[in-house]
T-cell receptor
Framework: RKEVEQDPGPFNVPEGATVAFNCTYS??????FFWYRQDCRKEPKLLMS???SGNEDGRFTAQLNRASQYISLLIRDSKLSDSATYLC??????????????FGRGTSLIVHP | GAGVSQSPSNKVTEKGKDVELRCDPI?????LYWYRQSLGQGLEFLIY????????KSGLPSDRFSAERTGGSVSTLTIQRTQQEDSAVYLC???????????FGQGTRLTVV
């Protein structure tokens, strides 16, 4: 079982649609959670951190459910420019006690006119 | 510098040759990570440096891979006797403190022919 699992998609949606991505993680001791965005042939870039209380940044809402070890990202009013791969990232503690950013394989989003 | 800097951006090498990839993290960032991303795949953790502590090498795929970090700043990832399966994008990331968000360089695209 992978440590961080995501539905790879692709999610193919029209402009203006609302789309939700889910992610599950295996290590209950994980401390910090993030969503990153990766455009084709580019490096991953931080989209937003994810807090237990849930947090919103414009059209993007992230939620964390520690009991279920589940993270979500909701994108409202999708734009063409939202087309990218969305990576779920969990800082997992390793046997040495270090926190290693551990990535899911990513969910591909394609927004079409 | 303003961001994480990696060099070279592209490297083509012959099978069996050694290569060195360089990463210059954001100034003041104590933690540095190396990842590998093969075509269409997620990020695979390779190695982690935290301050002056011994590195976490648990992700290195074979003894042909090694890395060092001099003076707590610049890091070099060395791949000896390269194989075709080493072809990938090698990404470096740094963060200010462990367990915070990581910032990525643009990566080195390695092609072994």
């Amino acid at each position: 079982r992978k440590e961080v699992e995501q539905d790879p998609g692709p999610f193919n949606v029209p402009e203006g649609a609302t789309v939700a991505f889910n992610c599950t993680y295996s290590n209950s001791a994980s401390q910090s959670f993030f969503w990153y965005r990766q455009d084709c042939r580019k490096e991953p870039k931080l989209l937003m951190s994810v807090y237990s209380s849930g947090n919103e940044d414009g059209r993007f809402t992230a939620q964390l459910n520690r009991a279920s070890q589940y993270i979500s990202l909701l994108i409202r009013d999708s734009k063409l420019s939202d087309s990218a791969t969305y990576l779920c990232v969990v800082n997992m503690i390793d046997p040495r006690g270090s926190y290693i950013p551990t990535f899911g394989r990513g969910t591909s989003l394609i927004v079409h006119p | 510098g303003a961001g994480v800097s990696q060099s070279p951006s592209n490297k083509v090498t012959e099978k069996g040759k050694d290569v060195e990839l360089r990463c210059d993290p954001i100034s003041g960032h104590t933690a540095l990570y190396w990842y590998r991303q093969s075509l269409g795949q997620g990020l695979e953790f390779l190695i982690y440096f935290q301050g002056n502590s011994a590195p976490d090498k648990s992700g290195l795929p074979s003894d042909r891979f090694s890395a060092e970090r001099t003076g707590g700043s610049v890091s070099t990832l060395t791949i000896q006797r390269t194989q075709q399966e080493d072809s990938a994008v090698y990404l470096c990331a740094s963060n200010l403190f462990e367990n915070t968000e990581a910032f990525f360089g643009q990566g080195t695209r390695l092609t072994v022919v």
